[in-house]
């Protein structure tokens, strides 16, 4: 199916108090695969992420090193990343470990960038780690500090920042504490989940000035926003004005949480490349061949993309 663009739009106008340049955690081949009914095949994985690298992405999450019977769609990791050697050290090619033994087999690929994933809410650590946020947090730690020693770089996740579906709102002083947590463990990027997509712009600059409030630097951290409500370029936009500079999201709007079934899809990656062109905020993606592989990659799945920007280029009704 064809991309089709008029020339020049988005036209760029810039917004005052926006940073120069934004980069783009693509989640698309981890958090975006791991939530389909059915298991993408290894190869088409591999194509997948090498598409995403020559739409310009410089930074993909690649899979998991989870037990397969946590989340099979991702038991083929270390069949997954050989595939994509080749890419060297252009793209940074980070992958989500729940433990040690993750970690483990992440490092025996050599892989150099790894995620370990925690929440702000009692309810959602134990539906997804069967732990408390306590227990959680001393099982990262050994994780953090391995992976450091290692010379990998890591990322915290923190889930259910501005809501819980079981637990409802979730005080901002909360999430601050569990997120300054996990800073301390020494992750070097806090990446802050909106799990089931209910924040509002106003919400995330409390959260954002409470950890800056408490020395996490915004330099360190991230925003990961799902659109269930569609409020997640609002919310990236009230991120960029508080100095965030890196910002999660998925091509073609895949993915969800399998441990909370009201989470929709993530934010489009295409969606946030056309706010950003118009914004005259650089991301180095060259938004005609993200539309391309998000369309490609809708027909793998056989549905198509809910992304309205992939939608409105490509013509899909």
Known sequence: MAVERIPGLPMSVPLAGLPRRVRIHEVGARDGLQNEKATVPTEVKAEFVHRLADAGLTTIEATSFVHPAWVPQLADAEQLMPLLDDLGDAVRLPVLVPNRRGLERALALGVREVAVFGSATESFAKANLNRTIDESLEMFAPVVTAAKEAGARVRGY????????????????????????????????????????????????????????????????????????????????????????????????????????????????????????????ETGVDLSRLTATSVWMAEQLGRPSPSRTVRALSHQE
């Open 158 to 281: 923190l889930s259910m920042c501005f809501g819980d579906p079981w637990e409802g709102p979730v005080p901002v002083p909360q999430v601050a504490a569990v997120a300054r947590s996990l800073y301390d463990l020494g992750c070097d990027e806090l990446s802050l989940g909106d799990t089931i997509g209910v924040a509002t712009p106003g919400h995330v600059v409390a959260l954002l000035d409470t950890l800056t409030g408490l020395d996490v630097p915004v330099e360190r951290l991230a925003v990961h926003f799902h659109d269930t409500y569609g409020q997640a370029l609002s919310n990236t936009l009230a991120a960029l004005r508080q100095g965030v500079t890196v910002v999660d999201a998925s091509a073609g709007g895949l993915g969800g949480c399998p441990y909370a079934k009201s989470a929709t899809g993530n934010l489009a990656t295409e969606d946030l490349v056309w706010m950003l062109d118009g914004l005259g905020v």
